[in-house]
């Protein structure tokens, strides 16, 4: 693992700006192809007025996050809690946060519970939640 | 909305099979770009023994599932909140299903919780979870 695992560590932010190539790339990989995600002529006569990414795809960049924070692929075994709060669109700039809430060991494995936030460039909350991640105490 | 809401209703079934080049799609859609996911031949040295998808991957297939049985995008108000069990690999043929297990309204938003799970073929768990669902109750 790369970080110092104690609580309150703060996790290393990501960044992300969200395009509308990014999104369509999106649609195609998760099969995904919901008009108000993809369709600006469609979504710009909705309520949301344009498109909006989905929501899985702000998830990924908080998996990534997590990832990137302790050295491994986390999303085998992990358990991630999270709440949709307000939708992200193109042009957005996105940053991930975390910090570490707790830490338990058993059983040779290191459960560490994490809480997250992705916020806007207006610092409006996008995705608000909690993951726990395993990690071999061995690592 | 299409369902009956109702507790107890069955959410109708995703079936997805996994392949490669659908994980490097979402690795250039995602960013994460971990060889786990898209060298073979590094994947196939580790204890896992080949390539996996992105855990992110699988949640999108349930997102797809929620989003098909509601008639809307339900990522941009929802919560979710699951585990992953166990990693899903090219080749597997993945069912995501799930169940109402509660209907509250409150506010004219008429508040879903359900069950989820997608497993392989082998039937074995990949995720479990569970989401809740926010619906304006005019629809």
Chains 1, 2 share one sequence.
Not at 39 to 46: L, P
Not at 68 to 82: C, K, N, V, Y
Request: proline share 6%; hydrophobic share 40%; aromatic share 6%.
């Amino acid at each position: 693992m790369k970080l110092p695992i104690l609580e309150g560590t703060a996790l290393p932010e990501l960044v992300r700006r969200v395009t509308q190539p990014d999104i369509h790339k999106y649609a195609e990989a998760s099969g995904d192809y919901n008009p108000i995600h993809i369709d600006e002529q469609f979504a710009a006569a909705t309520p949301l007025g344009g498109t909006i990414a989905h929501g899985m795809l702000v998830l990924a960049y908080m998996s990534e996050m997590l990832s990137a924070a302790f050295g491994e692929p986390w999303d085998s075994t992990g358990r991630l809690s999270i709440r949709f709060r307000s939708p992200a669109r193109p042009g957005d700039t996105l940053t991930v946060s975390g910090q570490v809430e707790s830490v338990a060991e058993e059983n040779a494995i290191v459960c560490v519970t994490c809480s997250l936030s992705c916020c806007n460039q207006a610092g409006e909350v996008v995705v608000s939640g909690e993951a726990r991640v395993r990690i071999p105490a061995s690592l």
